[in-house]
């Protein structure tokens, strides 16, 4: 199994950064596409940003293109999400994701099959 453990949420005025972190353990944590989606209260929770287990190829929400970049350090089993020129409405819970080894990348929730327990972040306008 793969387990992921998040931080970096916070509360931020709109325009700052902040920097999301997802650290994976497990036997095939290396091998794993991950990604990143997000939910706002009574909203369908959302696709972010995703990455191949080798980094070498990204895809990004419409929403978040140009801001938000997804990258990997498999040495040390970590994700980041760099948010910048945030929005209010990115306000959301934040939710770290990882596929099965034969997935290439996890750009729906039925791609999913590890979630991590979410972190939250505020953008104030």
């Known amino acids: 199994q793969v387990q992921l453990v998040e931080s970096g949420g916070g509360l931020v005025q709109a325009g700052g950064s902040l920097r999301l972190s997802c650290v994976a353990s497990g036997r095939t944590a290396r091998r794993s596409p991950m990604g990143w989606f997000r939910q706002a209260p009574g909203k369908e929770r959302e696709f972010v940003a995703a990455?191949?287990?080798?980094?070498?190829?990204?895809y990004y929400a419409d929403s978040v293109k140009g801001r938000f970049t997804i990258s990997r350090d498999n040495a040390k089993n970590t994700v980041y999400l760099q948010m910048n020129s945030l929005k209010p409405e990115d306000t959301a819970v934040y939710y770290c994701?990882?596929?099965?080894?034969?997935?290439?990348?996890?750009?729906?929730?039925?791609?999913?099959?590890?979630w991590g327990q979410g972190t939250q972040v505020t953008v104030s306008s």
């Open positions: 990455i191949t287990w080798s980094g070498g190829s990204t």
């Open positions: 994701a990882a596929g099965l080894e034969g997935t290439i990348m996890v750009v729906t929730t039925s791609t999913v099959y590890y």
